[in-house]
């Protein structure tokens, strides 16, 4: 069983009803968490979630009727590290950044390659995910915010420390939309051609990356 992942771009701000009750029902399987992380028309990144599935809660769908916007990451969780409940569920948010994950990552590996101000505020029991957005929000720091280069930097980095994990994510900076996908499908649809130039797909093959 893995987490499943959501991520729309849109040109304007829309309603996402329908996509919120497609991957609503993934919450039968995917009981340990939902959430749903948004920007509002002034770009502040905006999260909602639960440690509950998104079936049972009470408060999702009155929720997806609410949410307008131009750009979400959703997420349901099937945990492997960290307990359950609201603090460990996806997305999680820093620095205005929105990041969720489907896989495993060595947690205390990558915890000792974080910086003191990308520590902050993590608990003992964060999940493995949680430190990976950290990682990678530093290695995009290090490379002067350019975050492609700086993402395709610290997952080189990751390899090295842990090749056997799994590193699929979604990352925004309210702006742009960054799939990367590492051994599980990939899925995009484009509405039309005036899909912004502002998602950037990211992909693991043969240990090179290739972005478009």
């Not at 749903?36 to 999702?60: D, L």
């Not at 599980?184 to 290739?210: D, F, G």
Request: include cysteine; aromatic fraction near 12%.
């Amino acid at each position: 069983m893995i987490c499943r992942l959501l991520g729309v771009i849109a040109n304007k701000s829309v309603e996402f009803r329908f996509s919120f009750k497609k991957i609503k029902h993934l919450g039968e399987r995917n009981r340990e968490g939902w959430g749903i992380g948004w920007y509002e028309h002034s770009g502040k990144a905006n999260i909602k979630k639960e440690g509950c599935s998104a079936i049972e809660s009470e408060i999702y769908d009155s929720l997806s009727e609410r949410i307008y916007s131009h750009l979400i990451i959703e997420h349901v969780r099937w945990a492997t590290t960290g307990q359950i409940g609201k603090a460990n569920s996806h997305p999680f948010e820093f620095n205005n950044w929105i990041f969720a994950h489907n896989g495993s990552v060595s947690r205390d590996l990558l915890f000792e390659q974080l910086k003191q101000g990308y520590r902050d505020g993590l608990m003992g029991d964060c999940t493995d995910s949680e430190v990976y957005f950290r990682f990678l929000l530093q290695s995009i720091n290090e490379q002067g915010g350019d975050a492609v280069h700086g993402i395709l930097c610290g997952l080189e980095k990751i390899y090295r420390i842990d090749e056997d994990g799994a590193y699929n994510f979604l990352l925004s900076d309210g702006k742009h939309l960054y799939a990367y996908r590492d051994g599980h499908s990939l899925y995009i649809l484009k509405r039309s051609i005036l899909i912004p130039m502002t998602t950037v797909i990211l992909k693991h093959c043969q240990r090179r990356h290739n972005y478009y």
